[in-house]
């Protein structure tokens, strides 16, 4: 059997047997499940906690939400040091969908189990906002039909990675919904995926999905960023084989004090098994931050934060869509001169208060910048898997093309008059399984083989006049060193892109 045993990933009292809850608090099965973090983890008086959640939402009042999202992932510590991050997912759902159910999955902190414990003791979790029901049918149903899925009491009773997640549901959402809560105490991927499968008719526009992990734990603030990035970046592939790489990589990489880089990591294996498995998910990353970056944390021990979510592919109707207006391309184009200017001239970036950073321009977005001396080209370099803004991006970028691509000498600051700069901005990856979901001209291509990869930019198709195969077997052969067959065998991913220049 294999398993994830290359990381602590829990805090472990000691390996008690499942032990059902099947009967507690039946027929009427009306028992509360007490906050049991509510005053630690978060405010434990009602109108103090409103506050906390207005302030971590009020920077996201201007997002555009979607109808379409399948899931988020979310952190679980104390609101303090992470309630921001949580916040800038739950904003992006619309308040006003109505959920059958909020499937809400997290790892157990303090007890081992064999599996997965549903919890059908408690009709209610009680937060300071009040109750929220718990769904027993689907709780019983799964326990009745799966070996795997049972109930243990302490995996509910004590744990505060689910309970974390309900205030933000009560304080954004406008119609109640009931919630089905998971704790998944094993590493065992054969295992997980058998949960997956189980969820599997659940995973579908009448339900959410909720998953609770942390990332990082108790490397200094550096080591955080350096594994979380790659964790983040793995996760964004929509690739269960690849997180799986990544937190190996992580481990193997011996970064000082990390003891996991995901205490979910089975939580988060099951959702990219579900969402790989539907074709038709988008992953979008919204935030990153660790607990260094709150006025309450240190630098030497953090624990890293992500925020993820999860969006449907099924029609152009409330899809996540991703637009720059004229002025924000203008912004983008100007940083991006500006950035070139002040290396040639050994200064400075200009600060980023100079400019008009809007919401989008702060998203974390990939970039690539083209540089066009008359018309050939001169310089071009990008990154599509991100977790800086698109501001920052574009800018390093253009310094990048500028004076980091290897198949041209440096620019010099006579050119200048003469390029023209373009930037392409890229949506999200998504994974496809034929090339008959590839669309040339109008998508991308990023062919990924074990360490080697390689991409085509939209725009390559038009100035090439290539076939399609021929694309592929160019940015195989080409890009990512395999053979020109090379990207049969290996993962496709699409994306799309906003391009646009100083000329057009």
Known sequence: MKT????KTMILLSLILPISCQG???PENKQIRSAVVAGTFYPGEESTLIHQLETFFKPFNEEKTVDNTAAVIVPHAGYVFSGGVASSAFARINPDKTYDHIFLIGPSHYVAIKGASVN????FYQTPLGKVKVDTEVCDKLIKDYPFFFCHHDAHNREHCLEIQLPFIQYHFKHETSIVPIIIGTQSVEIIRKIANALKPYFNEKNLFVISSDFSHYPTYEGA??????TGASIETLSPDNFIE???????AEISGLVTSACGQSAILTLLYLSSDAKNISVHHIMYRNSGDSEYGEKDRVVGYHSFLFTRNQSDTGKMKFSLSDNEKNELLKMARESINSKLKNKELPDSLTYNLTATLRMPCGAFVTLNENDRLRGCIGRFIVHQPLYEIVREMAVAAAFQDSRFPDVEEHEMKNINIEI???SPLKKIN?????SLGKQGIYIKQGMRSGT????VAKETGWTKEEFLGHCSRDKAGLSWDGWKEAELFTYEAIVFSESK
Do not use: R
């Open 4 to 7: 994830f045993n290359f990381l």
């Open 24 to 26: 507690k608090g039946k």
């Open 424 to 426: 392409s901005v890229l």
């Open 456 to 459: 085509f930019l939209p725009q």
């Open 434 to 438: 034929s090339i008959d979901e590839f």
């Open 120 to 123: 059908n003791e408690f009709g």
């Open 246 to 252: 990544a937190l190996q990589q992580n481990s193997d």
């Open 225 to 230: 960023e350096k594994s979380d990035k790659k």
